[in-house]
């Protein structure tokens, strides 16, 4: 394996993927580095899962380039899949067994044998804190714990580089915190990680760098900080006004703020100083039913780039 | 969590995924004895030693043979093809879109090509045993004649491949379970009854008989007993295995292609 130490973990260029008429990936390019977390954010149906399914070595490309740990995946897909660990969006495990029988079954594809199966599935069911469960058909299981055997089956084969499609959709905050903190773990151990999320706390949280997609396409990539000074003001004013829609609010808010974003629900001041805004606001007779002020996160980036929120 | 080489094991990627099918029904084969094995016996025991009497009082031997050896090979025959059919459908759609364990599969180094033959050969394994234990109980009821017998386990794994590897191809492009219904009602219940399972071909009125001879589980039915008996000419033994082979071929080449279709596009 001493081809792959050097030069990116994954390189993808001008990908596109076409179903039917439908172009799920519209030609987007992007390169990984080894032990690096890199995030795909974006709405449902920006071709998030379509791409994940290109970088697992799973899907073919019908256009573009792709380098996977130095191979290519259309001759050495196998030999890919092999060193790859996969998270998908659904857990795909089989509920009527055991949590342990789920992992050493899924070991075997990779043609593991049986002593080395049991020994990882002891490691993995620790790492996941699943260990007191080990017997329990995987039915029984919280979402969360779930999750988390999910991660452990895909550790199995003791991957290079883990993919996972939407790791906390679903979960409760709990359970996020814990599952982000082993994925920590498992980054510091050297494990290049690759997220697709809609939720900007996750992608800002858990990735060194990301990408931006929105209807197949990659709107901006950067590290999360870079990418809200770069698109957004320092902080935002969230006012929301005692009105059926904020769409007729007739106010000259524009004066107050770099930009103002309206939305059904709210409308958003970016600006530097957020208090000093409301100060403003006030002073000149302003008064909202609620107010609050925060810092910009990639939500109002991709608010900023598509014209439109993460989560609808 | 060090990256140690690999050590591998040596197994072939489809015997992997045969290795998961019989791992999984290590676990959840209680369900399944009473159909395969008990149901069959049930049959045999009512039908052949039941209707049998009823039958050697009015016509004496069919085809020369008492109603329960009569039909004992013909109940080989169906339990095969239902084996075949209750292991491909369901089964495989829930695989494919409900738990997707395929999908997880394919995202292995296994290829869909793999996953497939190592569904089939799942199948085979299990048309074989349950071929075995009743090639044994109906011997035990005298209805075997022939060192031809041992090859009825044979023929049970060939009829639920036959019947198995188009049905899995099917199930591979299905998207909802609706048509399952549809098949096993107007397919497999008429088959079951009309293959002369349980009376011989003379008994249709001469235009049915090719019909009856177009039926894929007539083909089986009729290997069963000529393997039962020994009695049968070279002729129409081939003939029974070449519908049964086709069937089985036919059905892997498409299932090929949905299943690549389902799994990686």
């Known amino acids: 394996m001493n081809d792959v130490t050097s030069g990116p973990i994954l390189e993808a260029r001008d990908l596109v993927k076409k179903f039917g008429d439908f172009e799920a990936v519209k030609g987007v390019s992007f390169t990984i580095e080894r032990g690096e977390s890199f995030g795909f954010l974006g709405p449902n149906g920006a071709g998030k899962t379509s791409t994940m399914r290109m970088i697992s070595a799973v899907s073919t490309p ?4 792709l380098s996977i740990l130095g191979r290519d995946p259309l001759a050495d897909g196998a030999e890919i899949r092999g060193r790859l660990g996969v998270v998908p969006q659904e857990d795909t495990l089989e509920l009527e067994l055991s949590v342990r029988l789920n992992l050493e079954m899924f070991g075997r594809y990779f043609d593991i044998p049986r002593p080395v199966l049991r020994e990882r599935a002891n490691e993995l069911l620790e790492f996941t804190q699943l260990s007191d469960r080990a017997n329990d058909k995987v039915d029984d299981l919280s979402g969360g714990m779930k999750r988390r055997l999910t991660i452990a089956r895909a550790l199995m084969n003791q991957p290079e580089l883990l993919i996972l499609d939407e790791p906390t959709t679903g979960l409760d905050p709990q359970a996020r915190h814990l599952l982000w903190e082993r994925l920590y773990r498992l980054k510091r151990e050297g494990v290049t990680l690759i997220i697709t999320t809609h939720y900007m706390d996750e992608a800002e949280q858990l990735c060194d760098r990301l990408v931006v997609m929105d209807h197949g396409s990659i709107v901006a990539e950067g590290a999360p900080r870079e990418l809200i000074a770069h698109h957004s003001t320092r902080e935002v004013v969230e006012l929301r006004f005692d009105v059926e829609s904020h769409d007729h609010v007739d106010l000259p808010l524009s004066n107050f ?55 609808d | 969590m060090s990256l140690s080489p690999q050590v591998k094991a040596g197994a072939p990627a489809w015997l992997r995924s045969w290795h998961y099918h019989a791992t999984y029904y290590a676990q959840t084969w209680r369900g399944s004895v009473a159909s395969n094995i008990l149901f069959p016996i049930f049959f045999l025991a009512s039908l052949g030693v039941g209707v049998g009497h009823l039958v050697s009082a009015h016509t004496g031997l069919v085809q020369g043979q008492t109603y329960l050896h009569f039909i004992a090979p013909s109940i080989l025959a169906t339990t095969a093809m239902q084996l075949g059919e209750g292991e491909s459908m369901w089964p495989v759609l829930a695989a494919v879109k409900w738990i997707r364990s395929y999908h997880a599969a394919a995202a292995t180094p296994l290829e869909p090509e793999d996953i497939l033959y190592g569904k089939l050969s799942w199948v085979v394994t299990r048309a074989f045993v349950t071929g075995v234990v ?41 998207q909802s379970d609706a048509p399952f219904a549809v098949i096993y009602r107007f397919g497999f219940v008429p088959m079951f009854l009309f293959s002369a399972t349980f009376y011989p071909i003379s008994a249709y009125p001469g235009y049915l008989r090719p019909l009856v001879q177009l ?51």
Do not use: K
């Open chain 2, 134 to 174: 009743y090639t044994i109980v109906i011997g035990s009821f005298g209805a075997l004649e022939s060192w031809w017998s041992l090859t009825l386990p044979f023929i049970g794994a060939l009829i639920a491949l036959a019947f198995s590897a188009p049905l899995v191809a099917f199930a591979a492009r299905s």
């Open chain 1, 257 to 311: 703020a770099q930009r103002v974003e309206v939305l059904p629900d709210r409308i958003l001041l970016y600006v530097d100083e957020g208090d000093t805004t409301l100060r403003e606001l006030h002073a000149a007779g302003i008064v909202p039913a609620s107010a609050l002020v925060r810092r910009s996160s990639l939500e109002d980036v991709f608010l900023r780039l598509t014209g439109r929120t993460l989560v």
């Open chain 2, 215 to 265: 039926v894929p589980l007539y083909h089986g039915v009729a290997l069963a007993r000529a393997a039962a008996y020994g009695n049968a000419s070279i002729g129409p033994v081939l003939c029974h295995v070449a519908v049964l082979t086709v069937m089985a071929a036919l059905g892997i080449a498409w299932g090929r292609r949905t299943m690549r279709r389902r799994l990686v596009d």
């Open chain 1, 62 to 65: 019908t256009s573009g380039t």
